[in-house]
């Protein structure tokens, strides 16, 4: 199993940057694919970016590309999302999950491990 551990949500204003971070332990992190996803109040959880097991590929969603990059550091067992420009509507809870699908895959069912959660609150 791998456990998944999230950090540096916050309160950020519109147009500034906020970097969010995810520790994993157990199986070896580098065998997996990783992937954020968020979640706002009322609304299905969305796909947001996923890198990787080298880090060498990455996908976004539109809503993000050109202003969030996700990023990997597999010896520190680190998955890192920097979020720029960020709007009022990118207010949520951002998971990191775990898949072994190398396709990089958007669907919240493609991923086995999924940590628990880090809030992200943006001001108008």
């Known amino acids: 199993q791998v456990q998944l551990v999230e950090s540096g949500g916050g309160l950020v204003q519109a147009g500034g940057s906020l970097r969010i971070s995810c520790a994993a332990s157990?199986?070896?992190?580098?065998?997996?694919?990783m992937g954020w996803f968020r979640q706002a109040p009322g609304k299905e959880r969305e796909f947001v970016a996923a890198?990787?097991?080298?880090?060498?590929?990455?996908r976004y969603a539109d809503s993000v590309k050109g202003r969030f990059t996700c990023s990997r550091d597999n010896a520190k067992k680190t998955l890192n999302l920097q979020m720029n420009s960020l709007k009022p509507e990118d207010a949520a809870v951002y998971y990191c999950?775990?898949?072994?699908?190398?396709?990089?895959?958007?669907?919240?069912?493609?991923?086995?491990?999924w940590g628990q959660g880090t809030q992200v609150t943006v001001s108008s």
């Open positions: 999950a775990a898949t072994q699908d190398m396709s990089l895959p958007t669907t919240t069912g493609s991923y086995e491990y």
């Open positions: 157990g199986r070896p992190f580098s065998v997996y694919a």
């Open positions: 890198i990787s097991w080298t880090g060498g590929s990455t």
